[in-house]
């Protein structure tokens, strides 16, 4: 009896496992990964302002890892999520690169400013990878839309 019963915490477990797997869920997975290394590199140094960048995009992409690992995005049709996420990685890969070459030709003798501007500028990358291949869903789903049938032209 205990086999046919799954606790929800398990179901949870599970549905983490296989998202992460997807190739969304590691974009995600790693851009979270990324802003908390970030994060932990702007505390460390000596400004510590331009982990705001960081933190933010971290929650966004919490946020949206839980959103689509729990299939939320398919319940919630008032919004298209697609687009919602294409400008979420679209304006963190800017922020990211923005603020992470003024920390990287602005930090010298702050070993952490630096390091924290080079994981940014990696994460800047990742965030327009993961853009980018937002983008090519959009453009992909955008196309497949019912033809008309109507001969009377």
């Given at each position: 009896?205990?086999?046919t019963d799954a606790s929800p915490a398990a179901n949870c477990v599970e549905k983490l496992k296989t998202y992460?797997?997807?190739?969304?869920?590691?974009i995600l997975a790693a851009e979270i990964l990324l802003s908390f290394?970030?994060?932990?590199?702007?505390?460390?140094?000596?400004?510590?302002?331009?982990?705001?960048?960081?933190i933010f995009e971290m929650i966004f992409a919490i946020v949206f890892f839980v959103l689509f690992m729990m299939d939320l995005d398919k319940q919630l049709q008032f919004i298209n999520w697609l687009w919602t996420d294409l400008f979420r990685a679209g304006i963190g890969a800017l922020l990211y690169i923005i603020t992470s070459l003024i920390c990287v030709i602005g930090g010298a003798g702050d070993g952490a400013r630096i390091a924290g501007g080079v994981f940014g500028l990696i994460?800047?990358?990742?965030?327009g990878y993961d853009a980018y291949t937002v983008f090519l869903d959009i453009k992909?789903?955008?196309g497949?839309?019912?033809a008309s049938t109507d001969d009377r032209v």
């Open positions: 009896m205990a086999d992460v797997r997807t190739r969304k869920g590691t290394i970030i994060i932990i590199c702007y505390a460390a140094s000596l400004y510590g302002g331009y982990s705001a960048v960081a994460a800047g990358i990742l965030f992909s789903t955008r497949h839309t019912a």
